[in-house]
């Protein structure tokens, strides 16, 4: 059964600080993606990654993935309130009939 | 053009009762999926359709849950009898036919409906 892990699962940085957000999977996958919940909301997608070494940037936000490692990374470079938010990866594995397995989530509160 | 729409966003039902709800995908997109979130967890798969057909149904518990997405008109989960672990968010999402956004996939999610059992 695959299984994805994100650490932390709650993160309280200032404003100005940069923090990196890890994904952990347990099998081979063809994608991964990131998604971001406002409390109450629905998912909003950020970023799909499709292989080895692929790095995604849009504004703050930085998306890599190591497939050999089964690690994804999203980096937030000088955080600032507006991306406080709950964030999630999810891996799809094509096969198991474009499922999307979701990480725990990460719970982010940026401070001023 | 519209993104997924799910309707009610907000359902309350007594222990016992029926609950549907329902999605409609984006214009173009033919596949709809639905999962099921609990507070404070993420999204957990419950099933995959396509028109008139269920792809995969892994994730539905194998009583009272139901989906269907038919010729015309939106895919539909119904809840049968419905207990109070059935409060969640139900998230519809939907993605093109492949060949029209092959290489992402990407699943684009509805607003979510919160059903709430009392």
């Known amino acids: 059964e695959l299984k994805v892990e994100q650490n932390p699962l709650f993160l309280s940085m200032q404003e100005g600080k940069n923090y990196t957000i890890y994904c952990n999977y347990s099998?081979?996958?063809?994608?991964l993606y990131w998604y971001r919940q406002d409390p109450g909301k629905s998912l909003e997608s950020l970023f799909v990654l499709l292989s080895n070494g692929a790095v995604k940037q849009e504004g703050r936000l930085m998306a890599s993935l190591d497939t050999k490692a089964r690690l994804s990374t999203l980096h937030i470079t000088a955080a600032v309130h507006d991306l406080s938010a709950t964030y999630f990866c999810?891996?799809?594995?094509?096969?198991?009939?474009?499922?999307?397995?979701f990480g725990t989530g990460t719970r982010l509160q940026v401070t001023l | 053009n519209a993104g997924v729409m799910q309707n009610p966003r907000h359902l309350v039902r007594r222990r016992g009762q029926e609950a549907r709800l329902r999605c409609s995908p984006m214009?173009?997109?033919?596949?709809v999926y639905w999962y099921r979130q609990l507070p404070e967890e993420g999204l957990k798969f419950m099933v995959y359709?396509?028109?008139?057909?269920?792809?995969?149904e892994s994730g539905m518990p194998k009583e009272r849950f139901s989906a269907e997405f038919p010729k015309e008109g939106p895919s539909i989960l119904r809840i049968q009898q419905v207990v109070r672990g059935d409060s969640a968010a139900y998230f519809c999402?939907?993605?093109?036919?492949?060949?029209?956004?092959?290489?992402?996939?990407?699943?684009?999610f509805g607003p979510g409906t919160r059903l709430t059992v009392l």
């Open positions: 214009k173009g997109h033919s596949h």
């Open positions: 999810a891996v799809l594995i094509t096969g198991t009939a474009s499922k999307l397995t």
């Open positions: 359709l396509q028109k008139e057909n269920i792809i995969d």
């Open positions: 999402a939907s993605s093109p036919s492949p060949g029209l956004d092959f290489y992402t996939d990407t699943q684009y």
């Open positions: 099998t081979t996958s063809d994608r």
